[in-house]
């Protein structure tokens, strides 16, 4: 959780995100330059900036932030503006969730899914994929080309109307 200020200083951190930066107190927090030292890109940031000045919140801002140490976090970001009574923005207040741990799977699931595709899809033999109801949700290049199918005449589409 922070709140900030307009012109890129932390206002109030609590210890999670003291803890995420990887840094030891919140004073040292407190001393950072929002667009310098904690956001990896200026360009989100002003985009950030810009989305709250134009819509008064954001939801989900994904954004690369960095640590102490220089490594990089993906996180998530939440946040609002408040407003004095003459309608002037005051302070940014809002939390981060820190999906690095997901963006990390995702990456590695990826490069497994592109891997498998890359084995199955230059083998010469015809592989398909029917669940138990016969719905097939899978068939690699081999099937089209030996079958003279397109992929939305296989896929999601039954065994049984397809094969005799």
């Known amino acids: 959780m922070f709140f900030a200020s307009p ?37 989100q940031r002003d985009e ?10 954001i939801r989900n801002f994904e954004v690369t932030l960095s640590r102490r140490d220089g490594t990089m ?23 981060f969730l820190d999906i690095t741990e997901v963006k990390n799977f995702q990456a590695q699931l990826q490069r497994e899914r592109d891997f498998t595709s890359k084995i199955l899809n230059n083998t010469q033999t015809m592989i398909m994929v029917a669940d138990t109801a016969g719905l097939i949700s899978y068939a690699n290049q081999r ?15 039954r065994l049984d109307r397809i094969i005799s």
């Open 7 to 43: 012109e890129g200083h932390f206002i109030e951190v609590n210890d999670a995100l003291v803890r995420m930066l990887s840094y030891q107190t919140r004073e040292e927090v407190l001393k950072l330059d929002l667009q310098d030292q904690v956001y990896v890109s200026a360009e």
């Open 48 to 57: 950030i900036t810009r989305q709250l000045h134009n819509k008064g919140a």
């Open 73 to 95: 976090i993906h996180a998530l970001e939440n946040a609002f503006v408040v407003k004095d009574g003459q309608g002037k923005i005051m302070q940014y207040r809002g939390v």
């Open 143 to 157: 099937v089209y080309e030996g079958g003279g199918f397109e992929q939305n005449e296989l896929v999601g589409h």
